[in-house]
């Protein structure tokens, strides 16, 4: 009888193994590896859900094995390499293994029942099987033989299995526009126009840009580049389009997606290509670290080498920070690689991420562009990975399991054999010093494209008396920077340096302020929703008019939000057209998008905005870039404040002079004098890592030693500190003296959702002990779990507070 090793959802350390099952008769040709199914566990009735790792013929196990209850899944939707990948990340991470098979699926598979069987031929089988319906809901009502059936017609092609119920959303039918006419045709008609008829003239020049992109939705030409339906109605009647039905159009990537071709490339961008390239026919899993300037060509870099690798017959996998802050990016790899590229990101629905993960796991395209968790794409005969800005603190995920994209991707390529590429202006110190010590391959480029001047960069000291004494955030240096640049129709790109900004109530008389009642942080005042709001727990309660503590009227919000500066600059400068890219103005599906898009097609003069406006944008007319506060990065609590900084200028500062216009950038800080800003502005990535290193060196921190964080957490304080000293004790028993540990102390927010945090950090160089004794521990407290402690160890954190 045949036996299947399977990953149960019990999250205990114990259950990281596999257990036995046998695989009943009538199920024997369904069970495969990476297939999910219902087993029986412990001594009640309990079904609990698992993972198939293993078949094999019999077991090891003296006692009788219990079958399977039932099948989940009528495929694998797990490949070997995932499976295998499955193990290695529960130990890197210290998680269940099975939130990291989870992890490897698109949410909407991680429910259990979803799934349906479509009829994709017209036979008898097939008829007797959906019983006169259109689809077949996979249920827990289906018998075995039926499972059976349904297994067997799959594999004839008969049938298919999808999650989401496909028919339903291709019902949907939507307006749409499309043209007979040709470009020419349609840009005489515009030309045919008077001026007075602004509405027709903006789509009859959409359309002559957009031929490509036809049948295009009415609403989306409504809603994204607001062109109203009278418009189009006038235009239909003078017989210069067609208003047609269509069944909805998912199109996950922007529209936006021009053809592009091959560029010659300059000797730097040459001598990057040939060598990558040479890895890619070599299959030689080896990592490059591209160390470019901003401006210097690195994308066209990746293109080349993802289209080598298509031409040996192999495909690539690129990450991005975060795709809805990178719609450019994706754009220039769709413009080359159209239809054989999927993209995964989290603006999708559910409905569409999935989509395009069946998309890749068909096999139907050789290119896959995502965020963070498409390192776990199910594309097969990987060629290339890239991952672009490395050092974003994106691709380590916060929660469990704490994995870092990058690490991932190393490890898919010892698997496929194949090179990674990592690029950035900035690399994180990890790479370069790995670069440094010859286990990555640097490749510096130097040279911005067509030898473009790097941007003039001008530090503003706000000490300085002249500054200190403005009203408001704009130094005089900086107003009449934005005066030039508007002078001269030019654009300006103003930065305020938050992360997430955030505003709170603070009362002017005796100083209270209105905090979380479960956290130990102030609450934000939401001005939309008209609500304070926590956002570690998400309480929320009225905005209150007077003050809770003194009863006082004098209540204020405090905070420099982006909304603050954006009335600042329309005071200003009346008659520029500012633009606000924050969390508030984009919270919409797309708004992204449109806010760039918009600014792109030079509808605003200014964009104003906080971190999510620094990455990765190419806009030719931005000559300004102004910095209003360069420290808040440099203030925080953490060892890499200074690169953090160092990161966030140079790429801002990157963004100023990109076409023939040289760049202007202003950047208004308390610390003149710090390194990491005087490098930025030389935009000189050499001399600051020099220096960060020294840094490093002396305060015992990364790339020098390794770092583990470990954090306790209980609703008692005293019982989180005892459970700590408890962890320092155990830890101080298995390490050498060569270890450095910190702690416990309690993290920066020390209170969330009423629980007490506690943290204690590991740094070490070579502690082969080390490892073991973490999963003793968290077996441990994991054995406390009633005693509601939770435990969390992150192995190299992004963050230390
Ligand atoms: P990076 O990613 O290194 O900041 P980009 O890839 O955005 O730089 O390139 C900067 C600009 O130079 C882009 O507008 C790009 O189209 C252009 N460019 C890149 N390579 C070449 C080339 N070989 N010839 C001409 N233009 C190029
Ligand atoms: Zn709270
Ligand atoms: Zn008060």
């Not at 062109?227 to 389009?241: F, V, W, Y």
Request: proline residues 4%; positive net charge; aromatic residues 6%.
């Amino acid at each position: 009888m045949a036996v299947a090793e399977i990953i149960v959802d019990v999250p205990t350390m114990q259950t990281n193994r596999p257990f036995e099952y046998s695989i009943p008769e009538t199920l024997t040709d369904v069970v495969v590896p990476g297939m999910r199914v219902e087993v029986p566990f412990g001594r009640g009735k309990r079904q609990i859900q698992g993972f198939v790792m293993a078949v094999k013929e019999e077991s090891n196990f003296k006692g009788k094995l219990k079958p399977i209850t039932r099948v989940i899944d009528l495929r694998p939707v797990l490949s070997k390499e995932m499976l295998d990948l499955s193990y290695w990340l529960a130990d890197q991470t210290y998680s269940f293994q099975i939130s990291c098979l989870q992890t490897m699926l698109p949410s909407v598979m991680r429910a259990k029942y979803q799934q349906f069987v479509i009829p994709k031929a017209d036979t008898p089988e097939v008829k007797k099987l959906l019983r006169g319906q259109t689809q077949l809901e996979i249920t827990n009502q289906l018998s075995d033989e039926e499972i059976r059936l349904i297994n067997k017609l799959r594999k004839n092609q008969q049938v298919d299995i999808s999650y989401v119920v496909k028919n339903k959303a291709q019902q949907v039918k939507r307006q749409a526009v499309t043209t007979d006419l040709n470009q020419i045709q349609l840009l005489e008609a515009k030309n045919a126009l008077r001026s007075n008829a602004k509405a027709q003239i903006k789509l009859l020049d959409f359309l002559a840009n957009h031929l490509n992109d036809l049948p295009i939705e009415m609403n989306v030409l409504e809603k994204d580049y607001e062109i109203g339906r009278s418009a189009i109605k006038t235009a239909e009647k003078n017989q210069l389009l067609k208003i047609i039905e269509v069944t909805k159009l998912r199109k996950p990537v922007g529209i936006d997606a021009k053809k592009t071709t091959k560029l010659q490339l300059t000797a730097e961008q040459k001598v990057a290509v040939d060598q990558i390239s040479t890895a890619i026919t070599q299959q030689h899993p080896e990592t490059f670290l591209i160390e470019g300037v901003t401006g210097s060509g690195k994308t066209e870099v990746y293109l080349q080498t993802i289209e080598k690798a298509l031409q040996v017959g192999k495909n690539a996998l690129m990450l991005v920070p975060e795709i809805s802050l990178t719609p450019q990016m994706v754009n220039r790899v769709v413009g080359r690689f159209g239809d054989q590229v999927a993209v995964l990101h989290s603006g999708l629905s559910s409905g569409e991420r999935y989509d395009e993960w069946t998309r890749i796991e068909k096999g139907e395209v050789k290119v896959v562009v995502g965020a963070r968790s498409a390192v776990f794409a199910p594309l097969g005969k990987i060629g290339l990975i890239i991952i672009d800005e490395e050092h974003e603190a994106s691709y380590k995920q916060d929660d469990n399991p704490r994995y870092n994209a990058r690490d991932v991707a190393l490890w898919r390529s010892k698997v496929n054999k194949c090179p990674v590429v990592l690029g950035s202006a900035t690399p994180s110190l990890e790479s370069r010093a790995r670069a440094e010590k010859g286990v990555y391959h640097l490749i510096r480029m130097t040279k911005r494209i067509n030898n473009q001047n790097l941007p003039h960069v001008e530090i503003v000291d706000m000490r300085d008396a002249e500054n200190s004494a403005v009203k408001g955030d704009f130094s005089p240096a900086l107003q009449a920077a934005l005066q030039k640049t508007l002078d001269k129709h030019d654009q300006a790109i103003v930065l305020l340096n938050r992360r997430g900004y955030s505003s709170f109530m603070m009362c002017r008389e005796c100083g209270f302020v209105l905090k979380c009642p479960n956290c130990d942080v102030s609450l934000t005042y939401h001005k939309d929703l008209g609500k304070m709001k926590c956002h570690y727990c998400g309480h929320e309660e009225p905005v209150p008019n007077s003050c809770p503590n003194c009863r006082s009227k004098k209540i204020g919000f405090y905070g420099t939000g982006t909304q603050n500066i954006e009335q600042q600059l329309n005071a200003l400068f009346p008659k520029a057209r500012v633009l606000r890219m924050d969390v508030d103005t984009t919270r919409r599906k797309g708004a992204h998008a449109k806010i760039l898009q918009k600014f792109g097609s030079h509808q605003a003069d200014i964009l104003l905005g906080t971190q999510m406006i620094a990455k990765g944008l190419d806009f030719p007319d931005v000559t300004l870039v102004g910095v209003i506060n360069a420290d808040t990065t440099l203030s925080l609590a953490d060892f890499r404040a200074s690169e953090r900084t160092f990161q966030l200028l140079t790429q801002v500062s990157g963004r100023a002079g990109r076409a023939d216009k040289t760049g202007h950038v202003v950047i208004q800080t308390y610390n003149p004098d710090h390194y990491a800003i005087k490098d930025a502005a030389k935009q000189d990535y050499e001399t600051f890592f020099k220096q960060e290193m020294y840094i490093r060196h002396q305060a015992n921190y990364t790339p020098y030693y390794f770092t583990t964080l470990i954090s306790v957490a209980n609703k008692d304080e005293g019982q989180t500190l005892k459970q700590s000293y408890w962890l320092k004790r155990q830890l101080q028993s298995s390490l050498s003296k060569d270890a450095i540990l910190l702690g416990p102390s309690p993290t920066m927010i020390s209170r969330k959702q009423n629980k007490y945090y506690y943290q204690i950090i590991v740094k070490y160089k070579h502690e082969p002990k080390l490892h073991q004794k973490l999963l003793e521990i968290l077996n441990e407290t994991q054995a406390d779990a009633k005693k509601g402690f939770t435990i969390a160890i992150d192995n190299e954190p992004q963050h230390i507070d």
